[in-house]
């Protein structure tokens, strides 16, 4: 039996990626590399501030190696096993897939995609065809507030796997229990689920309805409820919601569209996408809304409730990446010859 | 012939209803009484300072009376032939035939209405049956900026009736002249127009579709096109309008829509919702946008694309009235059992 740890890299640690990376140092079962960017200088002099709900109070820790960026990272001339991404996932800023390559190695490293948003695997496997892509599904609470970790929410993930034609169902299933053996400690809760896919149709039940209104109204989930737009407009959008996942082979329990709508019941929470509006950051539009879309439009589900929210939110996307210098607005505007037939 | 004039009072003195009076006062035909409110201590001092496209630079005129409040003016006990409002029209806030009801005359006042929206007349015929309610339709560009006028687009009034049964049509349209007589000097531009619902169905094919897209996504007309939405949710919202308005029996001519999807084009112009939304004020929802969705529903014509905007403007007015204290948001959310079912 081999000593030898897997080189395990971790690109992001915000709130999400600190405490899997926390977690894997905890497990102790592999050489553990992260990429940090906006933190660099700080984490690599002083490492981690971490108030952490599962693992107490911690300060200065730091991972094996840490890099400035990915290609920092590359530079090292490690073969990473596993390369973790927990960033956002907005691929019409920055596709992960292209952000990951240089520390990808073809045949070798497992991709694990812990991220929210659904299909998330499709452009690595069709980039990485022989690389295994795995999904987590992170329900922990956990946010990088000025350089310190606040872990409010106990760490749960559900690993699974995006299905690579290229492998079997079980090599898949044997891939994603590696990756849990490296994660999962006497603190968390990591556990295994049969079909991402399903998975992740539950959670668009309430990130492409709840999530994405509250960040076109400006409201968070209580208001939502109060004025009327909960069940004018993000109810129906999850029943469209269980129509795709219906359609695509994916049936949600009955009760599922009440059991969302109310999920919340208690608290003025702000989803993500809205925290997002507010500071100004790009959205996660095209994974949590868009590509769901395509699948629909694929099997020919009428969306008409989450069609108009993701031409909606495009706009709004449009200006957010103007406001981060994403993008360059025309200085005149000539509107374009176009002519839109009255019926 | 009698020399005595009519008394007319306008509601409402900001950039429209400023240069309404003034035009009124220049024409010299009425005794004029006006209601300002937030700026009442300055003009009843001061009087009004205006920069006009039409009357040049005026500083400290005076209307013949100026009143604080509805109220006060209908304390003075004039009788009012003429009462002209133009505030702002926001019957979730403040109905306004319930504003300007001490002030009406019944079988006496004609209530005049120079305000953005549609179908504003019925809430008035209603409850002034044996009053006449014309119709106002403003092409000005004028703005209070910080208490004084900033008149920069030629004053330019479309006149005509909202149509009361309890009147011939001729009656109607002789009044309608009457009020044009009041309104007309040498500098400004007063028509007649004979059908005031379809002058209003082809002004909503710009204000129900851009001006409320743009209110809702934060962008400027611009914007809207470069982004895509002009095409993907505000031209088939104008088609919507073109369906209604010809259930309703007013055809719009051919090309409306392209007309009216490119009418600003050269301009970064931020349509007057989104300024309300910007400055926190509670927006003409209803008027714009909740009055003609109610007559398609009467007519029985499809209109996703204007319903779900509605709804979602219903979101961004409650968070705008709770800004402006007009609602209070309960302290505690304890989400309501309705029960929505899976399809």
């Not at 102790?28 to 107490?56: F, H």
């Not at 952000?99 to 299909?119: E, M």
């Not at 892509?133 to 929410?153: A, K």
């Amino acid at each position: 039996m081999t000593t030898s740890k897997n080189n395990v890299l971790i690109i992001g640690t915000g709130g999400v990626g600190t405490i899997v990376a926390y977690g894997i140092h905890v497990a102790g079962k592999a050489n553990l590399s992260v990429v940090v960017r906006r933190d660099y200088q700080r984490v690599s002099k002083e490492g981690y501030k971490i108030n952490s709900v599962d693992y107490g109070e911690i300060k200065g820790w730091k991972p094996d190696h840490v890099y400035s960026s990915v290609e920092k990272a590359s530079e090292s001339k490690q073969v990473f096993q596993f390369v973790i991404i927990t960033t956002k996932n907005i691929p019409d800023v920055m596709k992960p897939e292209e952000l990951a390559a240089p520390v990808i190695t073809p045949g070798v490293t497992t991709v694990v995609l812990i991220q929210n948003g659904f299909d998330l695997g499709k452009p690595f496997i069709k980039k990485f065809p022989n690389n295994y892509c795995l999904s987590g599904v992170s329900h922990i609470g956990s946010h990088n507030h000025d350089g310190v970790i606040e872990h409010t929410g106990h760490d749960k993930e559900v690993i699974g796997y995006f299905d690579n034609p290229n492998f079997t169902k079980e090599q898949q299933k044997a891939k994603s229990e590696e990756l849990i053996a490296l994660l999962a400690n006497e603190k968390n809760t990591i556990v295994y689920f049969n079909d991402a896919k399903w998975w992740r149709y539950r959670k668009l039940v309430y990130n492409a309805t709840l999530n994405t209104v509250c960040a076109l109204t400006g409201l968070d989930v209580a208001r939502l409820e109060f004025s009327g737009v909960l069940e004018k407009v993000s109810v129906p959008a999850m029943k469209e919601i269980v129509a795709i996942a219906k359609a695509d082979g994916c049936e949600l329990p009955d009760g599922i569209v009440n059991e969302i709508a109310h999920c919340e019941s208690g608290y003025f929470f702000e989803p993500s996408m809205l925290v997002d509006v507010k500071k100004g950051n790009p959205i996660e539009l095209e994974v949590i809304l868009g590509n769901v879309l395509n699948v629909a439009k694929e099997l020919k589900v009428e969306t008409p409730t989450l069609s108009l929210v993701y031409e909606l939110l495009k706009g709004v996307q449009y200006k957010l990446k103007e406001g981060q210098g994403l993008i360059t607005v025309p200085k005149t505007y000539v509107s374009n010859d176009t002519h839109y037939s009255n019926v």
